[in-house]
């Protein structure tokens, strides 16, 4: 890898998505259910870990989908020439277009269609 790598070198990489995990959960005295995921996301220079909840109330329809505080950025074979704040992690997120895949995911897994879910 190349000691001039800058972020915005990453946030125009060619990235691909690799893998989504996710686990299911309900809160009953909350009334309240929904998944806890990680997607990761990897080009030639970078691997990248978005971690995301969806939610909603169990007598609801729509989930509601947000990023965590634990994005983590790391180099794909040796240590990144820079460290970068949430906020740009946040940037990269949204331009790998995050919601989208959460809506898959979560429309596969719960038999929801994907116009059920709201930001």
């Not at 870990?49 to 180099?75: F, I, R, S």
Request: net charge negative.
């Amino acid at each position: 890898m190349s000691r001039n790598l800058t972020e915005t070198d990453l946030l125009n990489a060619d990235w691909k998505q690799l893998r989504t995990e996710i686990t299911g959960w309900q809160e009953e005295d909350q009334n309240f259910c929904g998944y806890d995921g990680s997607t990761r996301f990897w080009c030639s220079a970078a691997i990248f870990d978005v971690y995301w909840v969806g939610q909603k109330e169990l007598n609801q329809a729509h989930y509601e989908c947000y990023l965590t505080e634990d994005l983590e950025l790391t180099g794909f074979r040796e240590k990144l020439p820079f460290s970068v704040s949430y906020e740009w992690k946040v940037m990269l997120a949204e331009k790998l277009h995050w919601r989208d895949v959460v809506a898959e995911i979560l429309s596969e897994t719960s038999g929801s269609q994907l116009g059920l879910f709201e930001d």
